[in-house]
Every structure is written in structure tokens, then in C-alpha cells.
């Protein structure tokens, strides 16, 4: 086990990269400002008020459409290699569709990028980070077969005006939930889990592959930058013996319903994930298998489109079967109504302020593996680990505790199992609109005040903490003792 107070071998490789992230409807505000078109979270907190905690609403949040220089700053005083921020789709194109870019969005994120350079920050764009134009949602949103063509309309948009100076790009943010989710609870919160989830994980994978493809043979030969998709990877190991085969299960389900399609050597669904759903959608009456099935061409189109795996990582799970009076539950990241199989978490991991979240530094190393396990030798970057906290203290030594033990865990990934990690990214430069959680749960390295009309932002102690780590490239760092409250290493 690795011990911060004493040990040498905590220096980061070369060339290894940190930064920040962000979304652009938990930050911006601006909602209805200038031509900006409505998206389908302005939709569901107009129409579902209670729908979030605290009926908030991320109609001002921290205001970065008009503080995003303070935020550049921020993460300029932090010393960050990159800032992970995303676009905003109705604020782009009013319209949905790419026949009319709004001059203010444009200049809006031109200046963003701008400014980040300036300051030698990269910009990491992601293009989709849940809030689709209200219109497209409409018209089927990601039910419908064409939004793979429309995103790619909206993505060459981004590519021609920003991609000779942004030189990352990730297509989707974490499509399990836009699809898991957005069709169980999560806006557009339509209630069809057997059949539109399902759809739109299709969709999402055509989207994302169409984007990158046309990144590779359009724009890469111009700009020489990286395109790939994000997904988040909960860990999710055996209750007891004997459920060792339903955890591999498990992850098929989960991740591997985005993943495999893209990163496994043969393309396609995973396979016992599809043979599960066929044979299931027959005996429920189906005559075609609620997961749709991929053509020979569809699956050429998504398979290797990636340039590196994207991964967010927060928390870890146990699995066993359904007993059989048990009700399963998407929210809170309770199972697979679609397995019959039910999450869980040890006693032993502490709790934090999201009810889906609790700490387990050992499974971000555990699923790192999985992921070489599962898909070779690839480069991956960490795009989103973080931690909540219902408490806007600056001083927040949890929050420093979750970071330095999960770097832990992936730095004895890095160095003792090879894993290549190029970058990590913290969860979030500050506190903003956390989702259906309101602004209850704060994952802010800075603190934001909502109270105040101009959400002054301050450092929390944890922001110097992962400013002195990446000023040292190492967990190492000289000013340790500031940061812990348990010296007894
Ligand atoms: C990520 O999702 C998101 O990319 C980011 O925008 C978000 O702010 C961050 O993590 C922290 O949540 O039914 O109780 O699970 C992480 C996974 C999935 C957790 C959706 C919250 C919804 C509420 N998230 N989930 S719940």
C-alpha cells in the first residue's frame, strides 16, 4: 500500500496532464438569453418543478455565460494543464439543426477558448453533455434513427469554427445515462425502458461514430487533434461466491452496451447481453429483439472509432441476483431491471452527500483493469472523478481525502499494472447545478455562492491541494501537511 507521508515512487510519468471539468446547462445559465433555444432540461424543470431538489433550476447556475473569465482564471491560478467544459446545442444552433449558428453562442464559446489559450490552458470540448434543443427531443430525440445525422451537422459546425484551436474533442457524455436513465427519469425523463432506452443506445453509438468519422477524414488531417466518447464506469464486483459470472454480466449491461460496439476487437453488442434481450423481447410477445440489431455496415461504421477511452469514475457497486419480491430501480444506481440483478454497497465504504455515491478508492484501480482487461493496451484518459459534499465549507478535507486516495489507486494502476493513463480531470472546477440533486450536492473545488446575484467564486482548500499536485507531478508534494488531518501515516 502506498503511504503519502513516506514513500518516493508517487511521481506522475511525463508528460501526464491535469485538469478540470464542467457541463455547460450545470454552469452557464443564460438560459433564454439572445437566440439561445430551449433545451430539454429548461423543458423539464419549467414543467417538473419538484422533479429537482429544492425545486432549483438551472436557469442562472454559476452565470459562466457571463463569468467565464473568472473561470478561465481559476483554472489558470490552479496551474491546470486542460479545462473540460461543453457546448451548449441550443445555444449553437437555435434552430436544432445547423442551418443558422447564433452569433452570440459562437463568439460566446470563441471567447472561452480564447481566453483559456491565452493562458497556455487547453480547451477540452465535449460536445454533448445532456442538454438537447427542446425541438429535437420533439421530434424523437434519440429515438429517432436521424439525430445520428444531426449531431453530425452539429458537430461539423464545432469542428469548422473551434477545431483549429481545440485539440480534444469528446463526441457524448456518458451515453449510459442520456439512455438508462433519460428514458426511465432523467429528462427527457420518458418512461419506456424496455423499447426507447434501448433505442437510443443505438443512436447514441451512430451519433458518436458518424462525428468521429467525419473528425478523421475532414478535420484530422488539418488540425491533428483526438475525438473519442466518454462513458462512466461504476466498479461493480461479486456480493459473495458464486456472483462472479453476474459482475461480468453486469458490466456487458452496463458499460458494455456503449462499449464493446466501439472498443472490442469484433464490434457489435456484447454478445451475451444480446442474446439475453432477444430471447426475452420473443417470450414477452416481441417479433423483433427490443435491442436493435446492428447491420454488418453499422457495425464496421462504429467499431474503432476512438482515439483514446474517455472515462468518468465516481463509485464502485456489488452485485447478486434479484430476490424474487425485490422491485429494481434504475435511480440511484440500484441494478438491472433487464438482468434481474440488484446493486448494493459494503457497510464498510463511507458515505457521501449523493445517495448513489459512496467511496471506494480500490475500485477506480480494479476498474482500470477491466478496462485493459477488456479492451488491450489502450490510451485512456480519466475525463471525471470527484467528490460531494452537502457542506459549502472551504475547508473541505474529505474532499482532499477522496482525491489523494483515488490518485493513489491510479497512479498503482499506472505503475504496478501498466495501465497507460495520460490524464486526469477533477470533477468539478466549482459547485454548480448538480442535475435533479439541485445544488444540494457540491463537487466544487471552488466554492460558489448562490446567494450572491454575482456567485462569487473561492477556493476550497481542495483546489490548493490539486494545484500543488500538479505543480509537483506527484502526490508527493511539499506542502503536504496543510491538506491532511490524520498525520498518523
Ligand atoms: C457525472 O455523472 C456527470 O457527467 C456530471 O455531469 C455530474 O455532475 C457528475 O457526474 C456528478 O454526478 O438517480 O440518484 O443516480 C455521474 C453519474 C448519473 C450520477 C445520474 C447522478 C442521477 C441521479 N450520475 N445520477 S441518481
Known amino acids: 500500500v502506498l503511504c503519502v507521508c513516506q514513500c518516493q515512487e508517487l511521481d506522475f510519468p511525463p508528460g501526464f496532464q491535469f485538469g478540470v471539468g464542467s457541463s455547460s446547462y450545470q454552469v452557464e445559465g443564460g438560459w433564454n438569453v439572445s437566440d439561445k433555444a430551449e433545451s430539454i432540461w429548461d423543458r423539464y424543470i419549467l414543467e417538473n418543478p419538484d422533479g429537482i431538489r429544492n425545486r432549483s433550476t438551472g436557469k442562472m447556475a454559476c452565470n459562466s455565460y457571463r463569468l467565464w473569465q473568472r473561470d478561465i482564471d481559476m483554472v489558470a491560478e490552479m496551474g491546470l494543464d486542460f479545462y473540460r467544459f461543453s457546448i451548449s446545442w441550443p445555444r449553437i444552433l437555435p434552430t436544432g439543426f445547423s442551418n443558422r449558428i447564433s452569433e452570440d453562442g459562437k463568439n460566446y464559446y470563441n471567447n472561452l477558448i480564447n481566453g ?18 427542446q425541438r429535437l427531443q420533439n421530434l424523437g430525440g434519440w429515438t429517432n434513427p436521424l439525430i445520428a445525422d444531426w449531431f453530425v451537422d452539429y458537430a461539423r459546425v464545432l469542428f469548422t469554427l473551434y477545431g483549429d484551436r481545440v485539440k480534444t474533442w469528446h463526441t457524448i457524455n456518458e451515453p449510459w445515462i442520456i439512455c438508462d436513465f433519460g428514458y426511465v427519469f432523467l429528462p427527457p425523463a420518458i418512461s419506456d425502458y424496455a423499447v426507447g432506452r434501448l433505442l437510443c443506445n443505438k443512436h447514441v453509438l451512430l451519433a458518436h461514430a458518424k462525428a468521429w468519422r467525419l473528425y478523421d477524414t475532414e478535420f484530422r488531417p488539418k488540425y491533428n487533434g483526438q475525438i473519442a466518447i466518454v462513458n462512466q464506469l461504476t466498479w461493480i464486483e461479486p456480493a459473495g461466491q458464486g456472483d462472479e459470472d453476474i459482475a461480468e454480466l453486469a458490466f456487458q449491461d452496463t458499460i458494455g452496451r456503449y462499449t464493446y460496439p466501439i472498443f472490442s476487437k469484433e464490434g457489435g453488442w456484447p454478445q451475451r447481453i444480446q442474446k439475453i434481450i432477444a430471447k426475452k423481447s420473443k417470450e414477452e410477445g416481441y417479433d423483433f429483439s427490443r435491442l436493435p440489431d446492428f447491420t454488418q455496415e453499422e457495425v464496421e461504421l462504429i467499431r474503432g472509432t476512438y ?123 466549482m459547485d454548480n447545478f448538480e442535475w ?22 473561492t477556493p476550497r482548500l481542495s483546489a490548493k491541494y490539486y494545484a500543488s499536485v500538479a505543480k509537483s507531478h506527484s502526490l508527493n508534494i511539499p506542502d503536504q501537511d496543510k491538506y491532511i488531518v490524520d498525520k498518523s501515516c
Open 116 to 133: 483559456l489559450l491565452e493562458k497556455g490552458i487547453q480547451p477540452v470540448v465535449t460536445i454533448y453533455h445532456w442538454d438537447l434543443p
Open 307 to 429: 482515439d483514446f477511452f474517455g472515462m468518468n469514475h465516481y463509485t464502485s457497486r456489488i452485485v447478486r441476483k434479484r430476490r424474487n419480491d425485490e422491485t429494481i430501480h434504475t435511480y440511484i444506481l440500484q441494478g438491472s431491471r433487464e438482468l434481474e440483478i440488484v446493486f448494493e454497497t459494503r457497510p464498510e465504504w463511507k458515505n457521501t452527500s449523493s445517495v448513489w455515491f459512496k467511496e471506494f478508492p480500490q475500485g477506480f484501480r480494479r476498474i482500470l483493469q477491466w478496462v485493459k482487461r477488456s479492451f488491450g493496451d489502450i490510451k485512456i484518459y480519466v475525463t471525471e472523478n470527484g467528490y460531494a459534499s452537502d457542506s459549502s465549507s472551504l475547508e473541505d478535507y474529505n474532499r482532499i481525502s477522496y482525491l489523494r486516495s483515488y490518485l493513489e489507486q491510479m497512479l498503482l494502476a499506472i505503475k504496478e499494472d501498466g495501465i497507460n493513463v495520460l490524464g486526469y480531470t477533477v470533477w468539478t472546477l
Open 436 to 457: 435533479i440533486d439541485g445544488y444540494h450536492s457540491k463537487f466544487g473545488l471552488y466554492y460558489v455562492n448562490f446567494e450572491c446575484p454575482n456567485r462569487t467564486r
